[in-house]
């Protein structure tokens, strides 16, 4: 069973410093790898797919590299917009295993 | 620009079954390049998905709940649907109806989401 596992569980940063976030998963994803991120009382939205093609409107700030089984979310500078939950989803395997996000990072103002 | 809205009762009692259905606006479900899904969110978790429909009758399942699900679509009204039965309390949780994107294989429209309440 494919599982993704994220890093820290919560990471404070001050605004306008580098935010770095970690997604491992325990199958080789080649750069089968999204991200989205998720605000309180909101559905996810779409921030980066194929580990590193960030989607429409995703400002330039965003930025994901990564593949295999390591792959890491950068936010350049920490605008307060930002405070949020930020999920990894796995693809590698669907059809017809299933596609798996991870539990998540929050990231805080410091 | 695609908008999805998810409809169904808050509240199931237990061992009964839940329906929840996903109208689709703003562009055709009958497009080969998507398939539509119903994902749900525990509080807390990362969300977990459900169960997917393609407009032509293609589905696929969550195997940890593949005998409890049947997810249909109805090109007509431009809307699909998830039934999921025996609900125990651990299906309580937020439903989100969602497009995933089969050229990249993510979701790219997520509806806002009901949430699930199990009690008798």
């Known amino acids: 069973e494919m599982v993704m596992t994220q890093s820290p569980a919560t990471l404070s940063v001050s605004p306008g410093e580098r935010a770095t976030l970690s997604c491992r998963a325990s199958e080789n994803l080649a750069r089968n790898l999204a991200w989205y991120q998720q605000k309180p009382g909101q559905a996810p939205r779409l921030l980066i797919y194929?580990?590193?093609t960030r989607a429409t409107g995703v400002p330039a700030r965003f930025s994901g590299s990564g593949s295999g089984t390591e792959f890491t979310l950068t936010i350049s500078s920490l605008q307060s917009e930002d405070i949020a939950v930020y999920y990894c989803?796995?693809?590698?395997?669907?059809?017809?295993?299933?596609?798996?996000f991870g539990p998540g990072t929050k990231v805080a103002i410091k | 620009q695609v908008q999805l809205q998810e409809s169904g009762p808050g509240l199931v009692r237990p061992s009964q079954t839940l329906s929840l259905t996903c109208t689709v606006s703003?562009?055709?479900?009958?497009?080969?390049?998507?398939?539509w899904n119903w994902i749900r969110q525990h509080p807390g978790k990362g969300p977990e998905w459900v169960a997917s429909i393609h407009y032509t009758g293609t589905t696929h399942y969550n195997p940890s709940l593949e005998s409890r699900l049947t997810i249909s679509v109805d090109t007509s009204k431009n809307r699909f649907s998830l039934r999921l039965t025996s609900v125990t309390a651990a299906d309580a949780a937020v439903y989100y109806c969602?497009?995933?994107?089969?050229?990249?294989?993510?979701?790219?429209?997520w509806g806002l989401g009901t949430r699930v309440t199990v009690s008798s």
């Open positions: 194929d580990a590193s």
């Open positions: 989803q796995q693809y590698n395997n669907w059809p017809p295993r299933g596609i798996t």
């Open positions: 969602a497009r995933l994107d089969f050229d990249k294989y993510v979701y790219d429209s």
């Open positions: 703003g562009g055709a479900i009958s497009v080969n390049d998507y398939y």
